[in-house]
C-alpha cells in the first residue's frame, strides 16, 4: 500500500537528472568529478536578453498573461517559424509552456486516452516515455539502429504504427544521438503517415540551430506541410540561447490542439512567468549572432569529442550531425570484468563504473531505450572533454575483456 498514486508506479525520474545527481553526491565527499550528465549549454545567454527581463520587472507590470503567452511573444514566435522554418501560424495556433517539456507534457494531457500509444523512435530523449506513461499512455519504441544513422525509416514506422496509435515523436536534431534528418527523409515518413490519419505528429525541434558540417535544417512541418493539421512543432529558448533556466518553450500546431493545451495550462500553471516571457521575445527578435558563436563552439567540441573517443579501443562514435551530446557505443565492454572482479553486465554498470573508477558522470543508454551505449553531454570547455575522456581511456584499459 501506498499514499502515492498508482500512475507513478511505472513512472521514473529523469535518468540525467539521476546522474547528475550521482555526481554531485560524490564530489561532495571531495572527489574531483567531472559531470557530462545534463545537456546543458555552459554559455551566457546574450546580454540583451536579460536587460530585456529588468526592463519588464521595473516596469511593475508583472501579472498573469493569457494561457497561451503574452500576444507579443506568440507574434515573435510567429515571425520566427516565417523566418526560419518557412511555416505560416496565426498567433491561435501558438502556445507558450514553461519549457518544451511542459509543452509536451500539455498536448499528451490533452490527447491521450488510457491505452493510446505514442511511437519513440529509440533512442529518445529521457522524459518521452516517462510522460506517455504518466498520462495512460503506452510508448511504443522501435530501435533505430546505429547503422541506420539511429534515424527511423519508412518500413520501421509502418511497423509500429496500430490502430491505437496517437503521436509518433520525432526529434531533429535528436537527443541523445544528435541524428537528424533531410527534406527527402521526411517526406518518405509522412508517406507512411498520410495513409493513417488517427496519427499526430510532435516534431521536437530544440536542437534546430545546433546543427554541423554545413546541413541545412529543416522543420518536419515545412517537408510534410500536407499534414499540418495533426503535426504540432515543438521548440523553445532553451538550448538556442543557452537559456535553460528561463523556462520557456513554445510549439505551433493545429487550433483545436493549441486550444485545448490551453484549458490544461490555465488550470495548472495559468501562464509562463511575464519576465521570461520578455526575455523569450528579447531571445527571438534580437540580433542571432550569438546563436552561430555557439554552435560553432558547439562543432569543434564534437570534433574534438568524435576523434578522441575513436581513439579509444572498443568505444564507437559517429560524428554527431547535431546537438551537443555523443552517444559512445560500449558494446566491447559488456561481459568484461573489473580489476576487483565484478562484471559489467550492462550500460548501467560501464557508467557506475565511469564514475567510481574515472569520476566522469555520464548517462547509461537504457534510459534513451538503445543498448548498450552512453551519453556524455559536450557541453563543456574542450581541456574539460579531452580530460574526462583521457579518463574514460584509462579506466576501460583496466577493464579485462574476453
Ligand atoms: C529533445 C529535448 N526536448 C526537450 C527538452 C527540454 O527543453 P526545455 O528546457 O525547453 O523544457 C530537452 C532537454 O534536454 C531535450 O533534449
Redesign the pocket.
Known amino acids: 500500500m501506498t499514499r502515492i498514486a498508482e500512475r507513478l508506479s511505472a513512472v521514473k525520474p529523469s535518468a540525467?537528472m539521476a546522474a547528475s545527481q550521482a555526481a554531485k553526491d560524490l564530489a561532495a565527499t571531495g572527489v574531483d568529478v567531472i559531470d557530462l550528465g545534463?545537456?546543458?549549454p555552459d554559455f551566457a545567454a546574450p546580454a540583451h536578453i536579460t536587460e530585456a527581463a529588468f526592463v519588464t520587472a521595473r516596469s511593475g507590470r508583472m501579472l498573469y498573461t493569457a494561457s497561451l503567452g503574452t500576444p507579443e511573444l506568440r507574434r515573435a514566435i510567429a515571425a520566427k517559424f516565417k523566418k526560419e522554418n518557412g511555416l505560416d501560424y496565426a498567433i491561435d495556433e501558438i502556445a507558450v509552456a514553461?519549457?518544451?517539456?511542459?509543452?509536451?507534457f500539455n498536448a499528451l494531457m490533452a490527447t491521450v486516452n488510457e491505452g493510446d500509444e505514442a511511437i519513440l523512435p529509440a533512442p529518445?530523449?529521457?522524459?518521452?516515455p516517462e510522460m506517455v506513461k504518466l498520462l495512460g499512455g503506452v510508448p511504443v519504441e522501435p530501435a533505430c539502429t546505429a547503422d541506420k544513422g539511429f534515424r527511423l525509416t519508412p518500413e520501421v514506422l509502418e511497423a509500429a504504427i496500430t490502430p491505437r496509435t496517437k503521436w509518433l515523436f520525432l526529434?531533429l536534431p535528436?537527443?541523445?544521438t544528435g541524428a537528424t534528418y533531410d527534406a527527402a527523409q521526411l517526406r518518405a515518413l509522412g508517406e507512411v503517415l498520410r495513409r493513417h490519419p488517427q496519427v499526430f505528429i510532435l516534431s521536437?525541434e530544440?536542437?534546430e540551430h545546433i546543427i554541423f558540417d554545413d546541413r541545412a535544417f529543416v522543420s518536419f512541418g515545412r517537408a510534410c506541410p500536407e499534414l499540418r493539421d495533426r503535426t504540432l512543432v515543438?521548440n523553445?529558448?532553451?538550448?538556442a540561447y543557452a537559456m535553460?533556466g528561463w523556462?520557456?518553450?513554445y510549439a505551433a500546431g493545429p487550433k483545436d490542439l493549441i486550444k485545448a493545451m490551453a484549458t490544461v495550462q490555465s488550470q495548472s500553471c495559468t501562464s509562463v512567468c511575464t519576465v521570461a516571457q520578455a526575455a523569450a521575445q528579447a531571445a527571438l527578435e534580437g540580433p542571432q549572432d550569438e546563436v552561430s558563436r555557439f554552435r560553432i563552439a558547439f562543432e569543434r567540441r564534437r570534433n574534438v569529442v568524435t576523434q578522441a573517443v575513436n581513439r579509444v579501443p572498443g568505444l564507437t562514435l559517429d560524428a554527431p550531425e547535431g546537438?551537443f551530446y555523443a552517444y559512445i557505443g560500449c558494446a566491447a565492454y559488456i561481459g568484461s570484468r573489473t580489476p576487483d572482479g565484478q562484471v559489467i553486465a550492462d550500460d548501467q554498470d560501464f557508467t557506475r563504473y565511469l564514475l567510481a573508477q574515472a569520476h566522469v558522470a555520464a548517462v547509461p543508454g537504457a534510459a534513451y531505450g538503445l543498448s548498450p551505449f552512453f551519453r556524455i553531454s559536450t557541453a563543456t570547455s574542450e581541456e574539460v572533454l579531452i580530460e574526462a575522456i583521457r579518463r574514460i581511456a584509462a579506466a576501460v584499459a583496466r577493464l579485462q575483456t574476453r
Do not use: C
Not at 98 to 104: C, P, V
Not at 124 to 128: A, D, I, K, L, T
Not at 236 to 239: A, I
Open positions: 540525467s545534463l545537456g546543458e514553461n519549457g518544451a517539456k511542459q509543452i509536451i529518445y530523449f529521457v522524459s518521452y526529434n535528436g537527443n541523445p521536437d530544440i536542437y515543438v523553445g529558448v532553451s538550448k535553460t523556462r520557456v518553450g546537438a
